[in-house]
């Protein structure tokens, strides 16, 4: 079964600062990668999936992420963040041709005016 | 796009009684839904996948019995908390698989906040 790391817990950054929120996943099989965001009373929006290709993947909101297999890892970014960027992050992974999805912990990210 | 509607939003019961709660796929079929729990300022874990036509199966350590779950048609899929007590209180969210390759995901249901008091 596959399993899901968050490095971080809380993130507290100013407006216009650059976020990273690192992802990292075990499984020894061929996976699909996702983003999830979920703002204050919401509920959960993709931000960006990685299915096959190119390992950069470009999602809503100016979020990418970037699958490196070697490392197991798909870290999101954003180069400059927003107040309306507070919410938690959810990375989760299956395997490909599965349907199971496997959450991290999440991250809260809090953004300061 | 893909819209899953869960009803109630929030929900408080008293200890032993039942509580349902419905996932609705309103503009696709959902031949599978999945149900998640989530604590406070924790992950989304995942009790249970709900089969249409079928039985759900359920993750180790979720009680079927208290936790049943019924999809009886490709756009409805039920959560039924039964004898709830205090601990059952927690966020639970529906989720549906999409198919094909441009919608290839999961949609998210708003989540039922539970209490039991």
């Known amino acids: 079964a596959q399993s899901v790391s968050q490095h971080n817990h809380h993130v507290i950054l100013s407006e216009a600062a650059s976020l990273e929120l690192g992802c990292n996943y075990s499984?020894?099989?061929?996976?699909?990668l996702f983003w999830y965001v979920q703002y204050p009373g919401q509920h959960l929006q993709l931000l960006l999936k990685y299915f096959s290709g190119d390992p950069l993947v470009k999602g809503i909101k100016g979020f990418e992420a970037e699958f490196i297999k070697s490392k197991f890892s798909f870290n999101l970014r954003k180069p400059s963040v927003q107040w309306s960027d507070t919410a938690e992050y959810f990375c989760?992974?299956?395997?490909?041709?599965?349907?199971?999805?496997?959450f991290g912990a999440g991250t809260t990210v809090t953004v300061r005016a | 796009g893909a819209v899953v509607s869960q009803h109630p939003s929030w929900v408080i019961c008293k200890s032993g009684t039942s509580v349902k709660i419905e996932c609705r796929s309103l503009?696709?079929?959902?031949?599978?839904m999945f149900w998640y729990r989530q604590f406070p300022k924790q992950s989304l874990m995942l009790m249970a996948t709900s089969n249409e036509g079928s039985k759900a199966t359920y993750e180790q350590g979720v009680e079927k019995d208290k936790f049943l779950i019924n999809h009886a048609s490709l756009t409805l899929s039920t959560l039924t908390v039964t004898s709830a007590h205090p601990e059952d209180s927690s966020f639970y969210i529906c989720?549906?698989?999409?198919?094909?390759?441009?919608?290839?995901?999961?949609?998210f249901g708003s989540g039922t906040r539970l209490t039991v008091v």
């Open positions: 503009d696709f079929q959902a031949t599978t």
């Open positions: 499984y020894g099989g061929t996976v699909n």
């Open positions: 989720s549906a698989k999409m198919f094909g390759s441009s919608n290839y995901g999961y949609t």
């Open positions: 989760a992974v299956n395997a490909q041709g599965g349907y199971k999805l496997s």
